[in-house]
């Protein structure tokens, strides 16, 4: 099936409340405009100079979404355009995010990772740690960045329970943190679920969905 059809097959199974991020690292611009035709706006970039390179080329009210692991020190590609970064695993990188924000005048929104799945491959912090940036006098000294919400990625496991027992667990997650909130920090988004999980993740509360290769093929990464 062709890109256009796979999306609009997807499309056509999410519910309205959930965000469709189309996951295109590793796939040619001429894939992604095929996407972009067919109505697509979110794209999902897991490598910084692929999405700066991306971001340059293609149509510019595109939503560049960084969904990969972050290095502090390459923030600063893409503090200018970026829409949201979902793996924010810890406080240095939040300031160092917030540092480049600030100097191109404008708020980075951004999901704090947390861990759900059993594999030490898997990044992201607990829920208390967590709780324990956001409460901090030095969290709220950070004006342009918004934690707008949560990112998880569950065992790569054909057990279906096991998978929904980590969405579960994101899910509450999320409900106790949005108990408070302040002009730096209101959760409203649960990125979870990725092609192979996620209808299940939506069962479960995610308000936001990655998917790559159910949109455009599987991807080849020796090339
Ligand atoms: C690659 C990737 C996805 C998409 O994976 P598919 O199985 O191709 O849908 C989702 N989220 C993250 C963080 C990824 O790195």
């Known amino acids: ?33 095929e996407a972009y ?18 971001h340059e080329t293609m149509p510019k009210d595109i939503e560049w979404h960084m969904i990969g692991h972050v290095q502090s020190n390459k923030v600063k590609y893409m503090a200018s355009f970026v829409h949201l970064i ?20 404008r708020v980075i929104d951004c999901l704090l990772q947390i861990k759900i799945a059993s ?10 740690e967590a709780s324990e940036i956001i ?9 342009n960045i918004k ?23 994101l899910k509450d997650t999320f409900e106790n943190l949005k108990l408070t909130s302040a002009d730096n920090y209101q959760l409203n988004t649960i990125s979870m679920g990725m092609s192979g999980d996620y209808q299940l993740a939506i069962n479960c509360g995610s308000t936001m969905v990655r998917i790559g290769s159910s949109i455009f093929g599987e991807r080849n990464y020796s090339i």
């Open 86 to 105: 979902h793996g924010v695993d810890n406080f240095k990188l939040l300031k160092e995010i917030n540092k480049q924000a600030l100097k191109h005048d």
């Open 135 to 143: 409460k901090s006098e030095m969290f709220s000294e950070l004006k």
């Open 1 to 33: 099936m062709s890109i256009k059809q796979n999306l609009q097959n997807i499309k056509a199974s999410l519910p309205d409340h959930v965000a469709l991020v189309a996951v295109s690292k590793t796939k040619p611009v001429s894939d992604l405009m």
């Open 119 to 128: 594999e030490d491959s898997k990044f992201g912090m607990t829920p208390n």
């Open 147 to 169: 934690i707008v919400g949560l990112m998880g990625m569950a065992t790569f496991t054909n057990d279906e329970n096991w998978v929904k027992k980590e969405f579960n667990y």
């Open 37 to 54: 035709h067919a109505g697509q706006r979110i794209f999902g970039e897991n490598k910084i100079q692929e999405m700066v390179e991306k």
